[in-house]
């Protein structure tokens, strides 16, 4: 067994590598984490994934720890912030996709519970399908970009290889509703 064909010639210490044998495929069900996230596969749009998992800590701290009520929040001044802050991606787009995706999050948490409650009462879906209502729920999102998505929080598969060594861990973990 090895890793996913796409990581093997990464090194050992890279966030690259380290992203894929630790988070990428695991479920994920905290609200933050999986707002997190979502903004972090919106801001790779267009960029590589290396950049922005390099970035990781600096989106943290630039959006609030990805605190979903203090996001949904930000007024013109904390954009503007955001805008000049060199240590993230300053797409206006992008950005003003953070405070506008956390207010619905915010709107869904309320009408389900949680995010992942959402989620969950959405599966199983297509990839189509999960396309279809995150165009019709969010702003900035894409096919690629729920794709990987919901490949990196487990509610689609293709995360990793069948031989790959991470595999296996992800189908301890993945509760076996996420299989329908």
Known sequence: MSYCTFSQNEPESSVHRHYHAHDYGFPVRDDSALFCRL?????????????????????????????????AAYTEVDIQ???????????????RAA????Q????????YGSFDAWLSTNHPKSREEW???FKKTFTFVGGEIVNEFLM?????????????VVFEEILKKSPKWLEK
């Open 39 to 71: 903004i972090l596969e919106i801001n790779q749009a267009g960029l590589s994934w290396t950049t922005i998992l390099k970035k990781q800590d600096n989106f943290r701290s630039a959006y609030s720890q990805f605190d979903i009520r203090t996001v």
């Open 99 to 102: 405070v506008i995706n956390a």
């Open 152 to 164: 990196s929080i487990g509610y689609l598969p293709g995360a990793h290889d069948e031989d790959c």
């Open 104 to 111: 619905v999050f915010l709107k869904l948490i309320d009408e």
């Open 81 to 95: 912030r955001l805008m000049s802050d060199q240590g993230i991606i300053r797409n206006k787009l992008k950005v």
């Open 131 to 133: 396309t279809k209502l």
